[in-house]
């Protein structure tokens, strides 16, 4: 077996200023400059992206819109209605039907669930500040994240916790 990179990316802080719904609230001034920082990082430190998979609210597309960016190429995207406000378990549910050609996705989501998975995934409890990573590894197909022996191999925000 191939090893497998589950990374999960929470959405860059929003604006809650407005009267948008929750799906269609923006990014704010700082997420707008956090997400870019996510995109440098990955583009540099990961490279090749197989799947990027985001929740259709407007705060996530725009977090990946501006971290893709940052690429010479953007990895192929897919907006995934089930992403938004879902759970532990419905983000595995996610993570079960991904391609077994992707060796490395990106998937860009909201807590509690995007913690949650970390949680489910590893064993180990994080929390995820608005434009926090946490890359997980493990070895097996897709549908085996929260069976396999999976390690926290980064986790925070770059570039405040991760070297550039």
């Not at 200023?17 to 923006?26: A, F, L, Q, T, V």
């Not at 609210?57 to 819109?65: F, G, L």
């Not at 926290?152 to 991760?162: A, K, N, Q, S």
Request: a negative charge; charged letters at 20%; aromatic letters at 6%.
């Amino acid at each position: 077996m191939h090893d497998k990179t589950l990374i999960l990316l929470r959405h860059a802080q929003s604006d809650w200023s407005g009267r948008e719904s929750d799906i269609d609230r923006p990014l704010n001034d700082r997420g707008r400059r956090q997400a870019p920082l996510v995109g440098k990082w990955l583009a540099y430190h990961v490279g090749g992206i197989d799947l990027v998979v985001v929740s259709p609210a407007t705060r996530a597309r725009s977090t990946w819109s501006l971290a893709a960016e940052e690429f010479t190429v953007a990895p192929t995207s897919v907006n995934d209605d089930r992403v938004y406000a879902a759970s532990s378990r419905q983000l595995l549910s996610v993570v079960d039907e991904l391609p077994s050609t992707a060796q490395t996705v990106v998937l860009v989501g909201h807590n509690p669930g995007i913690e949650g998975l970390v949680t489910v995934a590893t064993g180990e409890s994080v929390h995820m500040n608005t434009s926090a990573l946490a890359v997980i590894r493990f070895e097996g197909p897709w549908s085996t994240v929260g069976d396999a022996d999976a390690a926290l191999t980064v986790f925070g925000r770059p570039p405040r916790d991760f070297p550039h």
